[in-house]
Structures are given as C-alpha cells and as structure tokens.
C-alpha cells in the first residue's frame, strides 16, 4: 500500500493478508499484543477506506484467545 499526502509518495506499507478485499489480517506470534499492533491495522483500515480488521496471535495455547477483531466504525 502507498501513502501520499497532498499527491505525494510519503511512504509504503505492506499488509499481512488482504481477504476478499475486505478484511485486513496482521499475522503476529509475540507473547503480547503491543498497543502498536491494533494501531497499525486502523492505520491499514483508514487508508485502504475498509471496516474491518483481524490480528492474529500465534503464540498461545487456542488460537480462539489469539484473535482480535478491530473495527473502524464510519462517524
């Protein structure tokens, strides 16, 4: 993804995994979900112009406890 700003190229990133065009999923196996890591998905959120977004944990014992829904509600 690239970020501009007034038309120009201020940046890039690269998502994890983008899903039927719509879900943004940031793959992590880490011991604990840092602030950063829901940060960065809004970031992803915000300027892809999607809703919803998934961090998924692969450090734990059940996957089901490594799962993190992010929302990016339209105000």
Do not use: C
């Not at 840092?34 to 809703?51: C, T």
């Not at 992010?70 to 105000?75: A, D, E, F, R, T």
Request: hydrophobic share 50%.
């Amino acid at each position: 993804m690239i970020l501009q700003f007034k038309g120009n190229t201020v940046g890039d990133s690269r998502l994890d995994f983008l899903v039927g065009g719509e879900l943004v999923v940031e793959l992590k196996a880490v011991q604990t979900i840092h602030p950063i890591f829901p940060a960065k998905v809004i970031h992803y959120l915000k300027m892809s112009g999607l809703q919803l977004g998934l961090i998924i944990n692969f450090h734990v014992v059940l996957l089901r406890d490594g799962i993190k829904r992010i929302v990016l509600s339209q105000n």
